[in-house]
């Protein structure tokens, strides 16, 4: 079993700078990420990693501003966001899947976090 938990989200003015965390316990866990949904917007991938750590891969509307690492020896993995946009707020999904190598289709991650809100105000 799997279990997939973030943390980090909340309430942050527009140019400022949150960190996400999420913890995927279990040894089906290889490569990672986050999606993101606001309302009345489909999902989307905001960035991913492939399990060595070494390749990931942004949304262009993220680019420069997000960074994404992870720390196997803690099962971790880390979104840090800087400069938030308005634009930026939505319910953050951390995502673990099989691969080892860097995957952007939701439908290649099995295990899905609860999600955690972000909320960026103008």
């Known amino acids: 079993q799997v279990q997939v938990v973030e943390s980090g989200g909340g309430l942050v003015q527009a140019g400022g700078s949150l960190r996400l965390s999420c913890t995927a316990s279990?040894?089906?866990?290889?490569?990672m990420g986050w999606f993101r949904q606001a309302p009345g917007k489909e999902r989307e991938l905001v960035a991913a990693?492939?399990?060595?750590?070494?390749?990931?891969t942004y949304t262009d509307s993220v680019k420069g501003r997000f960074t994404i690492s992870r720390d196997n020896e803690k099962n971790t993995i880390y979104l840090q966001m800087n400069s938030l946009k308005p634009e930026d707020t939505a319910v953050y999904y951390c995502?673990?899947?099989?691969?080892?190598?860097?995957?952007?289709?939701?439908?290649?991650?099995?295990?899905w976090g609860q999600g955690t809100q972000v909320t960026v105000s103008s």
């Open positions: 990693i492939n399990y060595s750590g070494d390749t990931s």
């Open positions: 279990g040894t089906l866990v290889r490569g």
């Open positions: 995502v673990a899947g099989r691969y080892l190598t860097v995957r952007t289709s939701p439908t290649h991650y099995d295990f």
